[in-house]
Antibody, heavy 118, light 108 residues
Framework: QVHLVESGGGVVQPGRSLRLSCVAS????????MHWVRQAPGKGLEWVAF????????YYADSVKGRFTISRDNSKNTLFLQMNSLTTEDTAVYFC???????????WGQGALVTVSS | SYEVTQPPSVSVSPGQTARITCSGD??????AYWYQQKSGLAPVLVIY???KRPSGIPERYSGSSSGTMATLTISGAQVEDEADYYC???????????FGGGTKLTVL
């Protein structure tokens, strides 16, 4: 059974950094592309970042480009999101999601809440 | 940046057909995917590649795409189908992914 568990969320001041982790189990992590998707309170889903199965390719939403970095450690079945220069607009629940080829995001974590506030 | 557009809300009576649209310039070349989200829980995939249904999703859910518009259809909508529905797709390069703003489906 596929299981994705995010951690690392919390309250952080504007301008500071935070790193999220997503531990995967129940499948061959190194075979799948992964994404981060976020949802601000009361708002819709926003795609944040993509990383290929081997970590060699990544893409970002314009809203986070240059501030966020997606990475992965396939030896530890873990996905990361390094978030720098945070602003209040980055306040959201952050989900990690597995991309099944030709089938979209078929598995999601429960989400990690990031609150950016002074 | 690329965008796909959905209506903010759709309302139907139980047993009626609900249709939620998603428009985007790249949809003639890129697939649309549809996600259901209830009460802040993690989203659930209900349609992929325009019109394919994952296992476990009721047959009343279907999808189609024509030109710059994709459509999610729920035939004989039930109260338990009340949720937010999101369209997802990519730009023509395939690198920029995007969700629509979401459509709140009310069945009452």
């Amino acid at each position: 059974q596929v299981h994705l568990v995010e951690s690392g969320g919390g309250v952080v001041q504007p301008g500071r950094s935070l790193r999220l982790s997503c531990v995967a189990s129940g499948f061959t992590f190194s075979s799948y592309a992964m994404h981060w998707v976020r949802q601000a309170p009361g708002k819709g889903l926003e795609w944040v970042a993509f990383i290929s199965y081997d970590g060699n390719n990544n893409y970002y939403a314009d809203s986070v480009k240059g501030r966020f970095t997606i990475s992965r450690d396939n030896s530890k079945n873990t996905l990361f999101l390094q978030m720098n220069s945070l602003t209040t607009e980055d306040t959201a629940v952050y989900f990690c999601a597995r991309e099944e080829p030709a089938a979209g995001f078929d598995s999601w974590g429960q989400g990690a809440l990031v609150t950016v506030s002074s | 940046s690329y965008e796909v557009t959905q209506p903010p809300s759709v309302s139907v009576s139980p047993g009626q057909t609900a249709r939620i649209t998603c428009s985007g310039d790249a949809l003639p070349k890129k697939y649309a995917y549809w996600y259901q989200q209830k009460s802040g829980l993690a989203p659930v995939l209900v349609i992929y590649e325009d019109g394919k249904r994952p296992s476990g999703i009721p047959e009343r859910y279907s999808g189609s795409s024509s030109g710059t518009m994709a459509t999610l259809t729920i035939s004989g909508a039930q109260v338990e189908d009340e949720a937010d529905y999101y369209c997802y797709s990519t730009d023509t390069s395939g690198n920029q992914r995007v969700f629509g703003g979401g459509t709140k489906l009310t069945v009452l």
